[in-house]
């Protein structure tokens, strides 16, 4: 007889007397099972009498104990009751296991696997890594959750043919991994095309609780938010709840030696562009003078109005066109006072190197007014300012709307090199106002002020502007508007009375020419308060 059947038929033996012996066995343990129930029953009770009445409660046993004893077959009906009482409290089975709990990571990569396949997925494809019937552990490396069980870092690999070069097949695959990881947050795909890897990483969020306040930079740099810890290797203190913190800035550096000297900023509505514009002309007045148009005409920055340092606020066709003709004036005598210095050998004019600052929000809808009645547009006036504004000292900021990228002029979208967008915008939008593809997908829902930057040729970082709310609304809370008014160069007018001014001359000092041999003047290089000159607007 071969050895197999003789094991076989010794399995069949086995398990034949294990089943005699657990019918033969089962009433006794379903004694047991009521012996250790009535066990840890009287357990429990000893443990919820109190201590000072343990004692009777041992004596009234003890005393039971004696009397079952001394009748006749006692012990016999006490032993029948107990073994009755054991089988009617151990006549349930022993409950089942509870199975284990589904591990959250096979569900959710297992799902975020399933959703990738059709797009990853090759019909010719011998050996592919995704398929139908896959599994995920076949394409993804790596991967961590928080300890909210949601998705916090993925490796995964992707086939040699996919076409991860096309913005439109990376966005493709970039908007599945958020829809299933989670559309609150913003997360970063790092496209590895030489080895077929992408690593996706979900970034923490930014800061929303700056306010805005005097920001540690030297003049000429303006904070334009802050960012994570690895998009920059600096720092500053900041006032933050309450507390000072080391926030890292995205710093924008401007002047003569700037290789951006203009910023162009377009948002979605809603998403604090003019909250940005009034950031930077809070950071600017110290340093220099302002000229604000307000396309929008909604009087967002009507609090600059009468303010030392701002020559004007304007909100009609008229007043822009006026002001901005004037600007394109001052940029042209800038220009001829600061050649006259420079070939005379002589110091420039202080009128002359004082910075003088374009601010404008949304001047497409002038732009379009323009159109409609004829007139100049707006825009071709700041050609001169932004052609030569570096040399004059004259800095052009614009913000505008994400929707309205299409009506910026050529020469403004040439010459604007340092962009800034807010709010979540699509990698078509994104890389049209940033002027390079963006990395980082945002989230479905973000505070005001959240955005992205990139200055010049650099890499786009994340960007969360200061709280800089109008101080004349008054839905806005009372502490962001008291922070505004506190930066202003004297408290408004318009609820306190002004400060006292010396008074202002009407007209700029006229430069003299200079002597055919000029003496030497001895030079002072110590830093005194910035003049502030009113230049009226013809």
């Known amino acids: 007889m071969p050895l197999q059947r003789h094991l076989s038929k010794g399995r069949e033996f086995a398990r034949t007397a294990g089943d005699h012996a657990s019918d033969m066995f089962a009433p006794l343990s ?13 357990k429990d009770r000893w443990n919820a009498t109190p201590k000072d009445r343990r004692g009777p409660t041992l004596f ?14 006692g012990l016999l009906f006490a032993l029948i009751a107990l073994m009755a009482s054991s089988a009617w409290a151990g006549r349930a089975p022993k409950a089942a296991p509870a199975p284990p ?16 396949t059709p797009y990853l997925c090759g019909p010719e494809d011998a050996n592919p890594l995704y398929h139908y019937e896959g599994h995920y552990k076949n394409a993804f490396s790596s991967w961590e959750f928080d300890g909210e069980g949601r998705l916090s870092r993925l490796e995964l690999g992707y086939p040699a043919y996919f076409t991860d070069t096309e913005p439109t097949a990376r966005a493709r695959i970039e908007q599945v991994v958020q829809g299933k990881a989670g559309r609150a947050r913003e997360y970063r795909f790092d496209w590895d095309e030489e080895s077929n890897r992408l ?7 930014l800061p929303a609780t700056i306010v805005a306040q005097r920001f540690v930079a030297a003049p000429g740099e303006i904070v334009l938010g802050f960012t994570d810890e690895d998009g920059t290797a600096r720092t500053i203190p900041v006032a933050q709840g309450g507390a000072i913190a080391q926030q890292p800035p995205v710093v924008w550096r401007t002047g003569p030696r700037s290789a951006e000297p203009h910023l162009l900023a377009l948002g979605v509505t809603g998403y604090g562009t003019s909250s940005l514009i009034r950031s930077i002309a809070l950071q600017a007045l110290p340093y220099g003078d302002l000229v604000v148009v307000d396309g929008a005409g909604t009087g967002e920055h009507a609090c600059l109005v009468n303010r030392p340092g701002v020559h004007t606020v304007e909100t009609s066709l008229h007043g822009a066109l006026a002001a901005l003709e004037w600007a394109a004036q001052e940029t042209e005598r800038r220009l001829a006072a600061l050649n006259a210095a420079r070939h005379a050998g002589t110091a420039p004019p202080e009128d002359a190197t004082r910075p003088l600052w374009l601010l404008l929000d949304h001047p497409t809808e002038l732009s379009e007014l323009a159109h409609a009645e004829g007139r100049p547009d707006p825009q071709d006036l700041l050609e001169l300012p932004l052609r030569h504004g570096r040399a004059a000292r004259v800095t052009v900021v614009i ?9 910026i002029t050529p020469t403004v979208r040439s010459t604007t ?3 800034v967008v807010l709010g979540p915008t699509g990698p078509e939008e994104g890389h049209a106002a940033l002027g390079a593809p963006l990395d980082i997908v945002p989230a479905a829902h973000a505070p005001v002020g959240r955005g992205y930057a990139r200055i010049g040729n650099g890499t786009p970082v994340r960007l969360q502007v200061p709280a800089t709310v109008d101080p004349l609304d008054e839905e806005a809370p009372a502490q962001l508007r008291d922070a505004v008014i506190a930066l202003l160069p004297h408290r408004d007018t318009r609820t306190e009375a002004a400060a006292d001014l010396p008074p202002r001359p009407e007209r700029p000092p006229v430069a003299l020419p200079a002597d055919p041999a000029p ?3 001895p030079v002072d290089l110590a830093k005194g308060e910035p003049m502030i000159r009113s230049r009226p607007i013809s």
């Open 199 to 205: 690593r996706i990483t979900a970034l923490t969020p």
């Open 417 to 419: 090199r340092a962009r």
């Open 101 to 116: 709990a589904p591990d959250v990571s096979d569900i959710k990569l297992g799902a975020l696997y399933s959703a990738l």
């Open 60 to 73: 009234l046993t003890a005393a039971m104990l004696v009397g079952v004893y001394l009748l006749p077959h």
């Open 519 to 521: 003496r030497a003047h």
């Open 30 to 42: 379903v004694i047991g099972r009521g012996l250790r129930h009535h066990a840890g029953w009287a």
């Open 399 to 407: 913000a505008d709307d994400v929707e309205a990228r299409h009506r």
